[in-house]
């Protein structure tokens, strides 16, 4: 990512709030906002951020899970599926 072209000092989110956000809509990519010469704060849009949220989410999980199989916490594949199966048909049954 270019982050040159995504700087933006706090006079621009000032003066050009709408302009700042339509960009952020419409290219996918977040605004660095700098104050004092420092980035500050970052305008991105809402389905950036819900995208990214749901993958750290997921990086989360899995980061969970790997740690839980070297902990010997894990569980064979077969069992799991097993495990499943026997929930869908317990909920079948309901």
Do not use: F
């Amino acid at each position: 990512m270019d982050h040159a072209k995504a700087i933006e000092p706090i006079t621009a989110l000032k003066s050009r709030s709408a302009e700042l956000i339509r960009r952020a809509r419409e290219s996918g990519r977040p605004i660095i906002i700098t104050q004092n010469g420092r980035a500050t704060a970052v305008v991105q849009d809402v389905e950036s951020y819900d995208r990214q949220r749901r993958a750290l989410q997921l990086l989360r999980l899995l980061a969970t899970g790997d740690q839980q199989l070297r902990d010997g916490e894990g569980i064979e594949h077969a069992d799991a599926m097993e495990r499943i199966r026997r929930r869908l048909a317990e909920r079948a049954d309901e």
